[in-house]
């Protein structure tokens, strides 16, 4: 199993500009989450979905969307980029039933000037 | 709302000597998981240790030790013997228990940076 995968490792965007940051996995896991970490702020939830078709907002949501189509993918959409989206973005999934176990992808860097 | 409280942005520590990290949270639930995490420079995020709240029995994880005082909403981490790899950035988690299993978001702390000397 290649676990949690993401890509890009880093980007660079211009305000204003748009982007997809992928997440995947291959272990069947039917929740997958978004979090971004700033520095001296921790880790925050942006999106979440408990299944393919179903998402639901975190705690920071604003300027992000995402979509559920398959099990194995959760991609990020980044609209509009602010700089205040500069962050380093990370990719989680569990297994059903085991809340306790959450397998982080390696994460993003993003930079938005 | 959940809160977790990390007091100490940074520490040091002497190779081979123990260091205690500290972590509190505020929460009414009475059933939940506090974790804790280690991101080293590469930047993954490791699962240090587990332990649910139902347990009066602190978790252990050779090296690594927790002081679980629920009344108190505390949760530090002892890390024994420490060694040059443990140098990280440690953050603490709580996640709330759900029966169904299907709560699954964590709620961090802001992390406190360990560096262990030569």
């Known amino acids: 199993n290649a676990g949690v995968t993401q890509t890009p490792k880093f980007q660079v965007l211009k305000t204003g500009q748009s982007m997809t940051l992928q997440c995947a996995q291959d272990m069947n896991h039917e929740y997958m989450s978004w979090y971004r970490q700033d520095p001296g702020m921790g880790l925050r939830l942006i999106h979440y979905s408990v299944g393919a078709g179903i998402t639901d907002q975190g705690e920071v949501p604003n300027g992000y969307n995402v979509s559920r189509s398959t099990t194995e993918d959760f991609p990020l959409r980044l609209l509009s980029a602010a700089p205040s989206q500069t962050s380093v973005y990370f990719c989680?999934?569990?297994?059903?039933?085991?809340?306790?176990?959450?397998?982080f992808g390696p994460g993003t860097r993003l930079t938005v000037t | 709302a959940q809160t977790v409280t990390q007091s100490q942005p940074e520490m040091s520590v002497q190779e081979a000597e123990t260091v205690t990290l500290s972590c509190t949270y505020d929460?009414?639930?009475?059933?939940?998981?506090l974790f804790w995490y280690k991101q080293p420079p590469s930047r993954q995020m490791i699962l240090v240790i587990r332990q649910e709240a139902y347990k009066q029995q602190n978790a252990t994880e050779n090296r690594f030790s927790v002081n679980f005082q629920k009344a108190a909403k505390s949760f530090s981490l002892k890390i024994s013997d420490s060694q040059l790899g443990d140098t990280a950035m440690y953050f603490c988690?709580?996640?709330?228990?759900?029966?169904?299993?299907?709560?699954?978001?964590?709620?961090f702390g802001k992390g406190t940076l360990l560096t262990v000397n030569p």
């Open positions: 989680a999934s569990t297994p059903h039933g085991r809340q306790y176990e959450q397998y």
């Open positions: 988690a709580f996640m709330k228990h759900d029966s169904g299993g299907s709560n699954y978001k964590l709620t």
């Open positions: 929460t009414s639930e009475s059933n939940y998981y």
